[in-house]
């Protein structure tokens, strides 16, 4: 299945030479979403309260001291930055660890699976631009309507090439690959901060069918790094 843009770039199956592009690619598109997630959780007005608390600790603690109260706040930060980080890169440990150790046997030699790479031409030489992988998945939920599902495991596009049409074409890739499979519904779960893919999916037709905070990850972590998973989907 390959589909031809207006930009000189083109959507096509994986080949092993893609392997270290690829993995890079995979490795950015998810740790990318580190700082934005420790921005928005210090920026909730808990987090805030909570600064502002560990602060004001530290300075009576000090006797007085601005020096501890600057320390307090600091380490507090530095805590939820680690629960951000922890969060994104576990992930990515457990991904890379399984399913993309061996793409070729886990999705390309695999019928029910899929893993295509967005190629684009800059300055005559062409360049992993993107990623797309799906799995077909029994849903997240036991019921008659989970068995015919297929999962988008990972969908990143390289940060220079983005809002040039590559996300779409990679979701309608699936969409269309699932309509071949004679599945019936595309699921996807994005994380609260990554905002451009949940826009992204909205615009294809995806509906928000829960919010949770079950990020795979300690439950404390969690809830420090404040981040939630959202669950979309769309039905063929
Ligand atoms: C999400 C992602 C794949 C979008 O790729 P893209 O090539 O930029 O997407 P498109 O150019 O096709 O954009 C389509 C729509 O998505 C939304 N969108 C894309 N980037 C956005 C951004 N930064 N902010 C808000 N909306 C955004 C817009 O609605 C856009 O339509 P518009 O350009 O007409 O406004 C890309 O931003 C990415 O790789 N993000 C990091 C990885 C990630 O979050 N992956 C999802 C995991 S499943």
Redesign the pocket.
């Known amino acids: 299945m390959e589909q031809k843009t207006s930009f000189k770039s083109i959507i096509r199956p994986y080949k092993p030479t893609d392997k270290s592009a690829i993995v890079s690619l995979f490795r950015f ?2 740790l ?2 580190v700082y934005p997630a420790f921005f928005k959780a210090m920026s909730h007005p808990d987090h805030i309260g909570m600064t502002l608390s560990v602060s004001v600790a530290g300075y009576v603690l000090g006797g007085s001291s601005y020096f501890q109260a600057v320390l307090f706040g600091g380490a507090w930060a530095c805590l939820v930055y680690y629960c951000c980080h922890e969060i994104y890169d576990s992930y990515l440990r457990r991904k890379l660890e399984a399913e993309m150790a061996d793409i070729q046997t886990n999705f390309s030699d695999n019928q029910a699976n899929g893993f295509w790479v967005a190629e684009m031409e800059v300055n005559g030489k062409s360049k992993v631009a ?1 990623l797309l992988a799906v799995v077909k998945s029994d849903g997240w939920d036991a019921g008659v309507d989970d068995a015919l599902s297929l999962e ?1 495991f ?4 390289s940060f220079n ?10 979701v309608e890739t699936a969409v269309e690959f699932c309509k071949e499979q004679g599945l019936s519904r595309v699921i ?3 994380s609260s901060v ?4 949940v ?2 999916f ?2 294809r037709g995806f509906t928000v069918t829960s919010v949770n905070s079950c990020t795979c990850a300690n439950h404390l972590v969690s809830k420090l790094a404040r981040i939630n998973v959202i669950r979309m989907e769309k039905h063929l």
């Not at 990972?154 to 596009?157: C, I, K, P, R, S």
């Open positions: 598109g998810i990318e979403h993107g988008v990972q969908l990143v596009v090439q983005r809002r040039k049409g590559l996300g779409t074409q990679l996807v779960e994005i990554q905002t451009a893919a826009s992204l909205r615009k």
